[in-house]
């Protein structure tokens, strides 16, 4: 059995669609294969008769399927029509949650797109723990940037959210400026 055809047969017995797994499955089947081993079972065939056989180990199935992929601005034409055309309809204040948050980098992109109100929730705890790491290291950069003076520069990761206003630094890495300098 490949790792495809295991996943459209488990994930529906699981009440999962296969179609929100298909770009993430390498991460569930890593998973998947590290319970392999926990079990000593050889390859997906024999999991998938544990499976029917143990009725139990669907919960430990279902708890290896978290997709915990979260990046800014993850998928960039969803985040350029909600700024673009539904933000602007919407009007202020502009309330939203986002569900299954995983680490908090897309309900931080609704913020720094201008929603006044976001609800981040997630169930998995190491994700909300990082997410709240994430939201400090948010906060810290905002107060750095506020406590620039007018023409200052603020040297941070290359990989840092910056805060609203800040802009990369004309010919220098990982510095940057009010845009307005």
Sequence with gaps: MTDVE???WALPRAGLRWAGFRKVRRQVLRRVRRRL???GLSD???YREFLETHPSEWDEFVALTPVTISR???DRAVFEVLEGVVLPALGAP???WSAACASGEEPYTLALLGVDDVLATDIDPAMLRRAD???VQ???LER???ALRPGGALVAGLHEQLPAGLEPWPGARAVFRFSDC
């Design 72 to 74: 800014f601005y993850r």
């Design 6 to 8: 295991f996943l459209q």
């Design 37 to 39: 081993g926990t079990l």
């Design 138 to 140: 948010a906060a810290v």
């Design 133 to 135: 790491a994430l939201n």
């Design 94 to 96: 502009v309330r939203a």
């Design 144 to 146: 750095l940037a506020g």
């Design 44 to 46: 997906l065939d024999e």
